[in-house]
C-alpha cells in the first residue's frame, strides 16, 4: 500500500526528506499500555492507539510543498506550496530536548498555524526545508 505521501505527488515533484513521528512523544500512552496490559487486558487499547498514530502520521516536503498527513480512519491533511510558508517554528519542552523531538509550527502566507506534533529530530527538518527553499528562491533568480 503506498503512502499518502507518495499518492499525492504530482508531475515533476520529488520527496526531498521525510520527518518520523518520535517513539519518545508516544512514551506516555506505551507505558500506560505497559502498566494496564495485565490489568484487564486494558493496555492493549492503549499501545494500538500509540501504534496506530505513529504508522498513520506522514510528513515530508518535496520540491514543491509541504505535505503532512494525520489519521487512520479520518483523515487531516496539511499541504503547503513550498514558496508560500513563511516560517517553521519548533516547540520543544524539557523532555523534546533531552529525546530529540518537538513539534513543528508551519506558518504560510494566508493560512493559520499547522502544528504536526512529536516528529523526531525537528531541528533537522527544519534545516532541510530552509536549505531546501533557499535553493529554490536562488533558482528562480
Known sequence: M??????????????????????????PS??????????????VIFL????IRYKTTELAFTNKR??????????????LNINKVESIQVNQGILGRIFDYGTLVISGAGNPQ?????????????RAFMESQDSASENKN
Open 2 to 27: 503506498a503512502s499518502y505521501i507518495e499518492s499525492a505527488l504530482i508531475k515533476d515533484e520529488k520527496v526531498i526528506y521525510t520527518g518520523n513521528i518520535s517513539l519518545w512523544s508516544l512514551a
Open 30 to 43: 506505551l507505558a500506560v499500555g505497559v502498566l494496564l496490559l495485565f490489568a484487564w487486558g486494558l493496555g
Open 48 to 51: 494500538l492507539l500509540a501504534y
Open 66 to 79: 509541504v505535505i503532512a498527513k494525520f489519521g487512520f480512519i479520518s483523515r487531516q491533511t496539511v499541504e
Open 114 to 126: 499547522a502544528p504536526i506534533p512529536g516528529i523526531s529530530n525537528p531541528m533537522a527538518f527544519r
